[in-house]
Nanobody, 124 residues
Framework: QVQLVESGGGLVQAGGSLRLSCAAS????????MGWFRQAPGNEREFVAAISRYSSTTYYADSVKGRFTISRDGAKNTVYLQMDSLKPEDTAVYYCAADVSLRVGVRASSYDYWGQGTQVTVSS
């Protein structure tokens, strides 16, 4: 089993930045492909970014490409999501997820473990 705990959410002005952290316990996060998803009220949970388990290849949704950066620190069992140039439409609960498969997925159903979520609110 893997426990994932997100932190770093909050309220920021449009154009501002936040860095989300996802701390893994039970197993090292380097064992898994890691992803960030977000869900706004009334919306489906959508893919934001992912990082592969071995090569640390990164993947981004078109909506955040160029603004968000996913990274990982295997020694700290932590995955990060640096969010810059935030927009009001980025407002959502952000979830960290772990995928035990060999290929990175962009669907929520591809992930096996989930954090509790952290709220990000971007004011205009």
């Amino acid at each position: 089993q893997v426990q994932l705990v997100e932190s770093g959410g909050g309220l920021v002005q449009a154009g501002g930045s936040l860095r989300l952290s996802c701390a893994a316990s039970g197993r090292t996060s380097s064992t898994y492909n890691m992803g960030w998803f977000r869900q706004a009220p009334g919306n489906e949970r959508e893919f934001v970014a992912a990082i592969s388990r071995y090569s640390s290849t990164t993947y981004y949704a078109d909506s955040v490409k160029g603004r968000f950066t996913i990274s990982r620190d295997g020694a700290k069992n932590t995955v990060y999501l640096q969010m810059d140039s935030l927009k009001p439409e980025d407002t959502a609960v952000y979830y960290c997820a772990a995928d035990v498969s060999l290929r990175v997925g962009v669907r929520a159903s591809s992930y096996d473990y989930w954090g509790q979520g952290t709220q990000v609110t971007v004011s205009s």
